[in-house]
């Protein structure tokens, strides 16, 4: 088990007290932040049971005209607007994963609490940026760093802090989601529906971080170290992109009744020894088509967390954006600012439970195998062979005439990654398959 040592509850500034809030970053987010936080300081005063008070926008070139916020705040010294004795707590919203993490600790490390949006960030250096806030007696909230306006880090941190969640299962990449809803609804490949999504502005001229799928391994990482109160980063989670994902694919999920979808799965499960373990995967996935998931259409993102005694609940809405991201950011500032007048801390990083993290190979799931055949006598038997050999047991096989030979989809029930990958280097070998097209996971039944 690991020992976290919490600070004492540092004592508050006393109800009324104002605030102090450094803002870093005035992209599409940071505007939105500072808009609704200086059009609402009412509200905010209320909420909180104190003023508050930007004391400065940290930028990277402040002799740039910027919209809506007093030119006089804004300044190229990020650090020295965190070191300010005035400012209470830090709101980081600029992106990328170096520079941010020197700020979030010089600010952490420097009693301030900090809001932070940047899931790259929390995912890769969790451990250290929660061993700042707890040296430090302070708070790091991050909320907006997984889906944006859905709430989702809060529950599974506070309302289901009674509970046992066995997994998260979401879709928390908006611009994937559209791509693979656009090339579902129209038929269209993914590299024309890839260049939509640029063209609505869902996609960033690169977007290799989203479809991909890092972007969404970030968020599994922080999905699963809350849910099963265990250290789960970047790294531990396996990650494979839709961009492999091809037109015949969508179709042949439809045939079959399912839609593909980029999930992050996260796991917690009792191996053969009879070891709990937690797995994090993100993986193209076909899902029945009334499941809940499948319904989630356009650049929409959802959570579907399954928990012992709560059951199955879904979290849905807008995972991304300026104004749903600000939401999160603001919902957490409201947090923060209320302890700094109050006093007290939230819940911080729980990782007691410690447990071990799966390797990839003895995940278990069911797959999908689209394969090329010459169609002959006995081919069928062949293939099923291998599955057999390697103790897969098949749930549904479907054969058409296709391009002098036959196509064939095999859906099998649960078996391991290793079984699964072992298996499809058999039937690669066998002279009757031409090819085989994809393999692609199912969940949700
Ligand atoms: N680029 C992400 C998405 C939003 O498309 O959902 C920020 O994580």
Same mark, same amino acid.
């Given at each position: ?184 609804? =129209?038929?269209? /490949? !993914? %590299? @024309?529906?890839?260049? #939509? ?5 869902? +996609? *960033?001229?690169?977007?290799? &971080? ?19 109160? =265990?250290?789960? /980063? !970047? %790294? @531990?989670?396996?990650? #494979? ?5 091809? +037109? *015949?694919?969508?179709?042949? &999920? ?192």
């Amino acid at each position: 088990m690991s020992t976290a040592v919490p600070t004492s509850p540092k004592a508050g500034k006393g109800a009324g007290a104002e605030v102090g809030i450094a803002l870093l970053g005035y992209g599409t987010v940071g505007q939105a932040v500072y808009r609704l936080l200086t059009e609402n300081t009412e509200d905010f005063t209320h909420r909180i049971g104190g003023p508050v008070a930007v004391r400065g926008v940290a930028v990277s070139d402040a002799s740039k005209p910027r919209e809506g916020v007093d030119p006089s705040l804004l300044t190229e010294d990020a650090h020295a607007l965190i070191a300010r004795d005035d400012v209470d707590v830090v709101v980081e919203v600029i992106g990328g994963i170096d520079y941010p993490r020197e700020l979030v600790l010089a600010a952490l490390n420097n009693g301030k609490s900090v809001v932070t949006a940047n899931k790259a960030l929390v995912a890769a250096h969790s451990a250290e940026l929660a061993e700042a806030a707890d040296a430090a007696g302070v708070d790091l909230y991050f909320e907006a760093a997984v889906a944006a306006a859905i709430p989702v880090v809060g529950p599974l941190r506070r309302s289901l802090a009674g509970d046992k969640v066995k997994s998260v299962m979401g879709i928390v990449n908006g611009t994937t989601n559209f791509i693979l809803d656009a090339m579902d609804s =129209t038929g269209a /490949s !993914y %590299d @024309d529906m890839l260049a #939509e999504a640029t063209r609505l502005g869902y +996609a *960033e001229a690169d977007p290799t &971080a989203d479809v991909e799928g890092h972007d969404a391994a970030s968020k599994a990482a922080i999905l699963a170290s809350l849910a099963f109160h =265990t250290r789960v /980063s !970047y %790294d @531990d989670v396996y990650c #494979e992109g839709i961009s492999s994902i091809t +037109a *015949e694919d969508i179709e042949a &999920a439809r045939t079959a009744g399912y839609v593909i979808k980029l999930l992050a799965v996260c796991e917690r499960f009792t191996d053969d020894a009879g070891v709990e373990k937690v797995s994090a995967r993100v993986h193209p996935t076909l899902v029945p088509r009334d499941h809940p998931l499948a319904s989630v259409s356009k650049s929409f993102n959802a959570v579907f967390v399954e928990a012992e005694a709560a059951g199955r609940l879904m979290f849905y809405g807008n995972g991304a954006g300026g104004n749903p991201t600000a939401s999160a950011v603001l919902g957490d500032l409201v947090g923060a600012a209320r302890n700094k007048v109050h006093g007290g801390r939230a819940p911080g990083e729980s990782t007691y439970a410690n447990l071990p993290i799966a390797e990839f190979g003895d995940v278990r799931t069911r797959y999908h195998v689209d394969l090329h055949v010459e169609d002959r006598v006995g081919v069928l038997s062949e293939i099923a062979s291998k599955f057999a050999l390697n103790q897969i047991s098949l749930s549904a096989v479907r054969q058409e005439e296709f391009n002098e030979g036959a196509r064939l989809v095999v859906v099998t029930h649960e078996a391991s990654e290793n079984d699964l990958a072992a298996t499809v280097d058999a039937v690669k070998q066998l002279p009757a398959v031409k090819s085989v097209n994809s393999v692609i996971r199912l969940e949700g039944e």
